[in-house]
């Protein structure tokens, strides 16, 4: 990849898009993560408004100072981004007491994770109205088109995807090339949306180079037959995620009336 180009390139398409749609510039929630980070530096490229929003559920003191850190970094070196933060911890655990109350938690454990990335979503369209910009999202290629590992109109509400045609190895050249700090860099990738220490690789069962490489050899048409060991192993892990996250990747089904029934 040359990625000098694509980083231009990016920035460029993400300057005219805005500029076609009559918008002012981007909003983007800052995690601490590799994804956010380079589509925030992006953004700010562009030269058009910024405003990153750090958006806490319980979250870890790492991921929140990462997100601290590469925001103050931004400002540093770019004087249109501005920042906001925002608690949505007290509204998160408001919204869980006005819930039935479950037999058991851990049944529901995903279903609130869903919910944390949805309160997100809200907020950043809320700031995205109030201000005339374009909500910027951070899937990469992999998460978006691979395994659909992110959460339907939560993260994945989001109004124009930069890093989307990206694979996740990728975002990390790119990360690399504007100087995302080595922090954010190093920190095993998470979506930070169950209050502990897990990783996505942790609840995956692969890490990204492997999805990787399984996706490619889906793309040629292999089976699980193909492989033995290790490989097969993620080569199941890619199409069970794949298969049973089909309904995030594709439009939304509509049911169409046969003209004959109007």
């Not at 058991?104 to 109030?130: C, D, Q």
Request: aromatic letters at 10%.
């Amino acid at each position: 990849m040359n990625t000098e180009k694509v980083t231009d390139y990016i920035v460029t398409w993400l300057k005219d898009y805005a500029t076609r749609a009559g918008m002012e510039g981007f909003v983007i929630g800052v995690s601490g993560g590799i994804d956010s980070a380079v589509t925030s530096t992006l953004c700010a490229k562009t030269g058009l408004k910024l405003l990153c929003v750090e958006m806490p559920i319980h979250q870890g003191a790492n991921q929140v100072s990462r997100a601290a850190d590469h925001i103050a970094w931004l400002q540093e070196n770019y004087k249109n981004v501005d920042r906001i933060p925002v608690n949505l911890t007290p509204v998160f655990d408001n919204l869980v007491a006005a819930l039935p109350a479950v037999e058991n938690e851990e049944e529901r454990f995903m279903s609130l994770a869903n919910t944390r990335a949805r309160l997100r979503m809200t907020t950043l369209y809320y700031f995205a109205a109030l201000k005339k910009y374009l909500v910027a999202g951070t899937g990469n290629k992999v998460e978006d088109f691979g395994i659909g590992f992110y959460t339907k109109y939560g993260d994945g509400g989001v109004d124009l995807s930069p890093i989307a045609d990206l694979l996740k190895t990728e975002v990390y050249e790119v990360g690399k090339f504007v100087g995302v700090s080595d922090a954010i860099i190093q920190a095993p990738p998470t979506d930070g949306l169950w209050g502990d220490h897990r990783t996505d690789e942790d609840q995956i069962g692969a890490s990204y180079p492997e999805l990787e490489w399984a996706m490619r050899m889906n793309d040629l048409g292999k089976t699980a037959e193909d492989f033995s060991g290790r490989e097969q192993e993620v080569f199941v892990i890619f199409k069970k995620y794949n298969t049973a996250n089909q309904h995030k990747m594709i439009p939304i089904p509509v049911c169409e009336i046969p003209e004959e029934l109007k």
